[in-house]
């Protein structure tokens, strides 16, 4: 069965400082990986995706992450944190094999203090 | 970014009835999906469609529910009788070729409330 872990319920991090939301994920096929943020009373907003080629994706407002097949892992970072962030994230995969089924993790609340 | 639209916001029905939660997907894509979040738990997928057809479903896509495309612009999301534990968000998303270098673009939900 295909699983997404988002092993923290919430990141706290300081305005300016670095942040890191983990996501590790177990697939039998391809993965193709994805974040997605959520603010409240709204949807999930699209960030960034990895399909293929270079391991570190560039996203939507600053943020970035990088995909490691050999740690299962798919960490989303930015390098200087605004209080803005604050927000539910979500990582998502699917499978190249039948990328019409998303599968989600918990998420992660985000909490950047100024 | 291109926009879903949900409505309504939320709905609060008693145990037993029919609800029809509607979606307004992005006028040039083709492929819609709706995903359910149980208060305080995970985003999980229910059911993809193209072409007027179920693409796939989630063992939760039971006969309780169906969806359809009745005119072309509505995606729908119907549950015939509603349990306590169809209270949920509801998310619809759609996206364009349905390729794996597609987004799915997502609908800001409607809360569903069975009492």
Redesign the interface.
């Known amino acids: 069965a295909q699983s997404v872990a988002q092993p923290e319920d919430q990141v706290n991090v300081a305005e300016g400082n670095p942040l890191t939301v983990k996501c590790t994920y177990s697939v039998s096929g391809n993965p193709y990986l994805f974040w997605y943020v959520q603010y409240p009373n709204r949807g999930l907003q699209f960030l960034l995706k990895y399909i293929t080629g270079d391991n570190l994706v560039k996203g939507s407002y600053g943020f970035e992450a990088e995909f490691n097949k050999s740690q299962t892992s798919f960490h989303l970072k930015k390098p200087s944190a605004l209080v803005s962030d604050s927000a539910l994230y979500f990582c998502a995969v699917t499978l190249k094999e039948n990328f019409n089924k998303f599968y989600f993790g918990s998420g992660t609340k985000l909490n950047v203090k100024p | 970014?291109p926009e879903?639209t949900?409505t309504p916001s939320h709905q609060v029905t008693q145990m037993g009835q029919e609800v029809i939660l509607r979606c307004v997907p992005i006028s040039n894509h083709l492929?819609f999906?709706w995903?359910r979040q149980i208060l305080g738990?995970?985003?999980?997928?229910l059911v993809?469609f193209?072409n007027n057809e179920i693409?796939?479903k989630?063992e939760i896509f039971d006969d309780q529910f169906s969806v359809e495309r009745p005119d072309g612009s509505n995606f729908t999301l119907k549950i015939r009788s509603t349990k306590l534990e169809d209270s949920a968000m509801y998310?619809c998303?759609a996206a364009g070729r349905?390729?794996?270098?597609d987004?799915?673009?997502?609908?800001?939900?409607t809360r569903l409330t069975v009492l």
């Not at chain 2, 349905?98 to 270098?101: D, I, K, M, V």
Request: proline residues 7%; without cysteine.
């Open positions: 970014e879903v949900q492929y999906y995903y738990q995970k985003v999980e997928f993809s193209y693409s796939e989630s998310f998303a349905g390729s794996p270098t987004t799915q673009y997502f609908g800001p939900g």
